[in-house]
């Protein structure tokens, strides 16, 4: 189903209660307390707080996601529908017994899915059921595959008692809070940050910049916000034999990056500060999710004094 017409059918199966013949599953899911760390749940100080803090980047996305949260009579089938379905071959939506019950780990290799409309699937990748070592054996192999895994390549197997986790996808931080209510205990190879720079040559508003889940500011999602500040700062003779985009001239390049390296520095602390101030508030979740925007936009910081040190 698309995801409103699964919300619908969900709701209807409550309403049957007992009558339901999916009634035992339903009885093991979350209630609408247990949703109450997705963001959309949050009162206003709270995420007026992390706006402080995080560049206005979990706010944008609550923002999108509004209308349809509003919009929908039962916010208990939504949060169940948002952090529980997965998505099939044919382009639709389902919720799947077992498959629900999985947790997130974003180091994970293992991947659940469902195959059609009959098969349930757990996929892992080559290095993970072998293991990082040449020595497995097919007993090794047997005993990762019929008993689970853990999905990783270093070596470590689940054992018994141990909960097996999968990877929902790659997944950034803004995307597990708002969807899922929780943000890794593992640092997430997936994420990536947003973060502002300002320059005056600019008529509109700041530019908004990424840095990936590699570090790197130079990527594809920002080819148009760093073409605009590159021409905020260019001087008119730099413009005589420009090709629109990308690199104007080295003095040009040397002044964006400053301008980048600077309004990084200040995201960064920005991020570092609001991790002590949640963690006074005992806040664990935002602590954690500032901590994990400040490791980010560091390794942000990192790649620029490798490709740029002048700028430092």
């Not at 952090?83 to 077992?98: E, G, K, V």
């Not at 497995?136 to 192999?141: C, I, K, L, P, V």
Request: charged fraction near 30%.
């Amino acid at each position: 189903e698309d995801l409103p017409t699964l919300v619908e059918k969900l709701k209807y199966e409550k309403k049957r209660g007992e009558d339901s013949d999916f009634a035992p599953w339903l009885a093991l899911f979350p209630t609408l307390e247990d949703f109450q760390d997705m963001p959309r749940f949050w009162d206003g100080e709270r995420l007026d707080f992390v706006k402080q803090f995080d560049g206005g980047q979990l706010d944008a996305r609550m923002q999108i996601d509004k209308q349809r949260i509003d919009k929908c009579d039962d916010p208990w089938a939504l949060a169940c529908v948002d952090s529980r379905s997965n998505f099939l071959p044919d382009d639709t939506y389902s919720i799947t017994p077992m498959l629900d019950f999985f947790n997130h780990d974003p180091s994970s290799k293992t991947k659940a899915r469902v195959d059609g409309a009959d098969r349930f699937m757990l996929e892992v990748a080559a290095e993970s059921v072998f293991g990082s070592s040449s020595k497995a054996t097919q007993g090794d192999w047997k005993h990762q595959v019929f008993g689970f895994f853990k999905g990783s390549n270093d070596g470590n197997r689940v054992k018994g008692g141990e909960e097996v986790y999968v990877s929902y996808g790659a997944f950034d931080n803004v995307e597990t809070l708002s969807n899922y209510g929780f943000i890794s205990n593992k640092p997430n190879e997936f994420n990536i940050e947003q973060f502002k720079v300002r320059s005056l040559g600019m008529g509109s508003g700041p530019a908004i910049l990424i840095v990936d889940n590699e570090g790197s500011i130079d990527n594809l999602f920002n080819t148009m916000s760093l073409d605009s500040l590159r021409l905020s700062l260019a001087i008119p003779s730099e413009l005589e034999d420009y090709k629109g985009t990308g690199k104007i001239s080295d003095r040009n390049e040397e002044e964006t990056y400053a301008l980048i390296a600077g309004e990084l520095e200040e995201a960064a602390y920005d991020a570092k500060t609001g991790v002590a101030e949640a963690e006074i508030r005992n806040d664990s979740l935002v602590a954690k999710y500032l901590r994990e925007r400040q490791r980010t936009l560091e390794s942000g910081l990192q790649w620029l004094r490798v490709k740029y040190p002048q700028v430092f």
